[in-house]
């Protein structure tokens, strides 16, 4: 059982937004500002795609944004494309620990 | 350019051991943390353990400490992971990965090398 609370799923249509959401505790999303999304393509590496809960690394669109309220934290990706078709983790920093949701597959209609 | 390449995977009886290297290049190595995150066939990441630019600091996820050690050598630009004690869930696919100095994220990662413990 992962430490965040992530939905197995979500899907959308090409050009919609979809948003996913993370649920930790106050130990972890609720009590730092180092949320942080990947993504992962099958059979690929993951890649960092949000940090610290709204920044985006260089290289990465604009589409995909990030926030936070409270334990919860979200990312959504408006103007949905094929190429977001693939698996979205979020992680927290937890105090000298790392942990992770169990993972979104994101599915583009 | 930043490029991680992991090595050192295999097949393993359950509790032998064994020792994971990743090679760095493309950065000034002695200036990041790097961690090693490992996933299970089919499963989510797990972070698995971190040290420091200078290697003076480490810190390990709670279903590895006491078996695994991570280590660094600044100048060969090597990251180590010696995984002792394997155990059937420990079977993964071991990524190392650059910090970038924030929040212990990773901003660069390996393609990764596959630990498969069976007897």
């Known amino acids: 059982q992962s430490a965040l609370t992530q939905p197995p799923s979500a899907s959308g249509s090409p050009g919609q937004s979809v948003t996913i959401s993370c649920t930790g505790t106050?130990?972890?999303?609720?009590?730092?500002?180092?949320v942080s999304w990947y993504q992962q393509h099958p059979g690929r590496a993951p890649k960092l795609m949000i940090y610290?809960?709204?920044k985006r690394p260089s290289g990465v669109p604009d589409r995909f944004s990030g926030s936070k309220s409270g334990n919860t934290a979200s990312l959504t990706v408006s103007g949905l494309q094929a190429e977001d078709e693939a698996d979205y983790y979020c992680?927290?920093?937890?105090?000298?620990?790392?942990?992770f949701g169990g993972g979104t597959k994101l599915t583009v209609l | 350019q930043v490029q991680l390449v992991e090595f050192g995977g295999g097949v393993v009886q359950p509790g032998r051991s064994l020792r994971l290297s990743c090679a760095a290049s493309?950065?000034?190595?002695?200036?990041?943390?790097m961690h090693w995150v490992r996933q299970a066939p089919g499963k989510g990441l797990e972070w698995v353990a971190v040290?420091?630019?200078?290697?003076?600091?480490?810190h390990y996820g709670d279903s590895v400490k006491g078996r695994f050690t991570i280590s660094r050598d600044n100048i060969d630009n090597r990251l180590y992971l010696q995984v002792n004690s394997l155990r059937d869930e420990d079977t993964a696919v071991y990524y190392c990965?650059?910090?970038?100095?924030?929040?212990?994220?990773?901003?660069?990662w390996g393609q990764g090398t596959l630990v498969t413990v069976s007897s």
């Open positions: 990965a650059r910090d970038p100095g924030w929040g212990w994220d990773f901003d660069y």
């Open positions: 493309g950065f000034t190595f002695n200036n990041f943390g």
């Open positions: 040290i420091s630019d200078n290697g003076s600091n480490k």
């Open positions: 106050s130990s972890d999303v609720g009590n730092y500002t180092y």
């Open positions: 610290e809960v709204s």
């Open positions: 992680s927290s920093y937890a105090g000298y620990n790392k942990v």
